[in-house]
């Protein structure tokens, strides 16, 4: 333990080392720098993330942010792209190989899900689906000398399922990596589980404020370089504007999430005992099967829960054009509350067989809890429970 190193301080004072006296990071709108020598030409195009040289291969604001979700993640090393995919499928295709085996977890970003049936498969790499909360599932489906990459995400949509960090950092041979967007690294840091790897789509609560496209990835430094490596080359670089955004975002994040988990959990507890309601998925409840984990792993619960209406998916697309405060949408991790139906929305062609395969039931409605009064966004879901099911 260092001096000053919870994570609510960690985030004001990281990335701060290129600064100079400038309290805040300075953007730096630059693709091209000027060579001063021929051995700098030399020595930077050998070597991995050479600064000063192109703006894909590092900037100076970008590299501020990185440092900052590095000190955080109590990471060697960080690596910032354009968006949450970008990362994710830099990671896939800088580790994976034609011929080699990934393990992931079922309920998965629907990004990753696609990126791993699709161009994966096409390619020939491998996967096994597992579901991450059971006990030792992810470690069973490893294929020694095969498997190059356990995927998991945590919590996961849409049940808010956990993976055990402990246990994933235990397995020894493949890369291990954790998603964990829904977390931030204000809640969980999946590094100091023994995981090789922990992803953010820095889009959502990292950013916090819809206003920016970012993913980054962390891990130890040798293991970063080599994925810069092949990231270059796919070229999903990311913007310093955009990584300016967040940096500003990172100051605010413990605090943000703070007061989302807290509120969610009131949410959460209003819901549950609810007539109309015959579920809710929030980690911080006591009827999570997961919830002992949870406190295990993280330090609160997180903005993100969902719940089944007994209406089913009529009562659904009623609860979503209802709400007053929330705003119908299905991203995560803003000011603003957030309320989706999956069922109605994103997997609307699905039958009642394929939606249980996702996790999905025809009531659920997912929630991103905001940063308004607690005590009116608990009123908005209650009198939209009140005024509009069994109506
Ligand atoms: C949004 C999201 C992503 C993808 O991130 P983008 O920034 O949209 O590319 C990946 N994983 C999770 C869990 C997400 O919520």
């Given at each position: 333990m260092t001096e000053f190193d919870h994570p609510d301080t960690v985030a004001i004072r990281s990335g701060r080392s290129a600064n100079g006296t400038a309290l805040n990071a300075p953007i730096w709108p630059n693709a091209v720098w000027h060579t001063p020598t021929l051995e700098f030409a030399r020595k930077a195009s050998a070597g991995a993330r050479a600064g000063q040289l192109y703006g894909r291969y590092a900037n100076p604001t970008v590299n501020a942010f990185e440092e900052a979700i590095a000190s955080l993640e109590g990471a060697e090393s960080a690596l910032a792209f354009g968006s949450g995919m970008g990362a994710i499928a830099s990671v896939v295709f800088a580790l994976c190989s034609h011929g080699d085996h990934i393990v992931a977890q079922r309920h998965i970003y629907s990004g990753t899900q696609m990126l791993l049936q699709g161009p994966c498969a096409r390619m020939g790499i491998d996967v096994t689906w597992v579901d991450g909360h059971e006990p030792g599932a992810f470690a069973a489906a490893v294929r020694p000398g095969k498997t190059m990459l356990v995927f998991a995400e945590s919590p996961a949509n849409p049940q808010l399922s956990l993976t055990d960090l402990d246990e994933l950092g235990a397995i020894r041979g493949p890369f291990t990596l954790v998603d964990s967007t829904f977390a931030t690294p204000a809640l969980q840091q999946p590094i100091r589980h023994g995981v090789s790897l922990s992803l953010h789509s820095a889009t959502k609560g990292i950013g916090g404020h819809n206003d920016l496209t970012l993913g980054v990835v962390s891990g130890e430094k040798d293991l970063i370089d080599d994925i810069w490596r092949y990231g270059v080359l796919h070229g999903a670089t990311a913007s310093p504007y955009d990584a300016h955004a967040a940096l500003r975002g990172i100051r605010t994040l413990p605090i943000r999430v703070a007061r989302q988990s807290s509120t969610a959990l009131a949410l959460a507890e209003a819901l549950i005992v609810h007539p109309a309601v015959k579920a809710v998925n929030y980690p911080?409840?006591?009827?999570?099967?997961q919830h002992e984990l949870a406190k295990r792993q993280m330090s609160s619960f997180g903005s993100m829960m969902s719940f089944d209406l007994c209406g089913g998916l009529d009562a659904g697309r009623r609860f979503v054009e209802s709400?007053?405060?929330?705003?119908?949408?299905?991203?995560?991790?803003?000011p603003e509350t957030l309320v989706s139906s999956p069922a109605n929305?994103?997997?609307?062609?699905?039958?009642r067989d394929e939606l249980a395969v996702a996790g999905i039931t025809p009531g659920m409605i997912r929630v991103s809890v905001g940063l308004e009064h607690p005590d009116d966004v608990v009123a908005d879901f209650v009198n939209t429970l009140e005024s509009c099911i069994g109506s």
């Open positions: 911080g409840l006591a009827t999570h099967p709400v007053r405060l929330a705003v119908m949408a299905s991203s995560l991790g803003g929305s994103t997997h609307v062609g699905l039958n």
